[in-house]
């Protein structure tokens, strides 16, 4: 009954708790003044157990290469607020490691976990982004470190329903934008590159998947899988105080790179938008002393949504029309097309009580994207 009707999803997607739209506020400044990392499991959460040879489990594992990679940032940037979600072996609920890194305004978030399958053949490190997955292998992931949640008294009120096993509790995934997605794969890519490159892993690659503890985050954020604990020669590896440091100083060179540039953008971007603002003004001018056919060309929509995966196929999508961008493997999703402001005012509200909560206005002018305020001064002309 759920999935067949789909505006039962959105009063479900509205109802849980769990569910909240991540994004909308971006942030103004890219510096980088706060890191929240979070080691997964913990206490009576001892996450996988590989292959039992040991009495060390993930939860272990994930600690030790949290303080390493803590330590790291810590030693060359001082000024960078490095916290914990949980800095020594005690149980820690989902919910309340998001809720400390939205608390404190982190600017990055950076979950340590480690994989584990029901045989030893697989290996190699993964790093994800929040996101919906069709890939069965991934969902497996996500489903395996969601169900932490069993562990967590009253879980079921808690997250309202949510089940971290059923697949029909993550529908209302699909529906979910992340307005840090560009930010989180591009730090996921760089740490993906630093394993295959420098830390001699085998890379499994940057996936995307609906983990909730990266699902709520309002920052850029990202989950590490260090490897498999059920393969003995990795898991020996990931016990090693080398193996650690080498996992540790991979991601952290990730961090550092990323950080270099979200800074340095700071100051391209600036420059940029001033040399953009003046050819902008300089569009304006002209536009206003050509006839009024092109004025009219100012376009609105709506833009629901940014994903990794295309979800033009996806029923909630068909139904309300909404047209694909594909760029760069990011897809764009927009609903409307009009050149009143009022209809496309109108669209916007519609999306919002459709569960698009980030849903916002863009402007186009002869095919390419302009501000709102630019496309009304246009319209004024
Ligand atoms: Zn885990």
Redesign the pocket.
């Known amino acids: 009954m759920l999935y067949r009707n789909v505006s039962c999803i959105f009063l479900l997607g509205c109802s849980l708790l769990f569910i909240s739209f991540v994004g909308g506020e971006k942030k103004t400044t890219n510096k980088i003044k706060t890191i929240v990392i979070d080691p997964?499991?913990g206490g009576k959460d001892s996450?996988?157990m590989g292959t039992k040879r040991y009495r060390i489990y993930?939860k272990h594992v994930?600690l030790d290469v949290s303080l390493k990679l803590g330590a790291y940032i810590s030693q060359s940037f001082p000024d960078i607020e490095v916290i914990y979600t949980r800095d020594s072996d005690f149980f820690l609920e989902l919910n309340e490691r998001t809720e400390l890194a939205n608390k404190v305004d982190a600017d990055l978030f950076i979950s340590i976990?480690?994989d584990g399958f029901t045989n030893p053949q697989p290996s190699g490190a993964s790093v994800f982004v929040m996101g919906m997955s069709k890939l069965k292998e991934n969902m497996d992931v996500a489903m395996?470190?969601n169900s932490?949640m069993y562990l967590e008294d009253n879980y079921q009120q808690k997250y309202e329903g949510f089940d971290p096993k059923s697949k029909e509790s993550y529908i209302v995934f699909s529906l979910m934008q992340n307005a840090y997605l560009n930010q989180s794969l591009n730090i996921a890519e760089k740490v993906e590159k630093e394993f295959s490159t420098r830390a001699n892993r085998k890379s499994r690659g940057v996936k995307q998947a609906p983990f909730y503890v990266i699902s709520r985050t309002n920052m850029p954020s990202i989950l590490v899988?260090c490897g498999f604990l059920t393969n003995p020669q990795e898991e020996d590896f990931l016990h090693s105080d080398i193996g650690q440091d080498y996992i540790a100083s991979a991601i952290f060179r990730a961090f550092r790179s990323y950080k270099e540039e979200m800074e340095g953008n700071l100051f391209e971007k600036t420059k940029k938008e001033k040399i953009n603002k003046k050819k902008d003004e300089e569009k304006i001018i002209e536009v206003s002393n050509k006839n009024i056919s092109q004025i009219n060309n100012v376009i609105y929509r709506v833009q629901i949504g940014t994903y990794l995966k295309s979800m033009i196929n996806v029923p909630l999508f068909k139904e309300i029309g909404a047209f694909e961008e594909n760029t760069q493997s990011i897809y764009k999703y927009y609903v409307g097309n009009t050149s009143d402001k009022n209809i496309v005012e109108k669209i916007r509200r519609d999306m919002k009580e459709k569960g698009f909560k980030d849903a916002f206005i863009v402007a186009f002018y002869k095919g390419k994207r302009i501000s709102t305020k630019e496309a009304l001064n246009l319209q004024k002309k």
């Open positions: 997964g499991h996450g996988t993930e994930a976990h480690c395996r470190e932490a899988e």
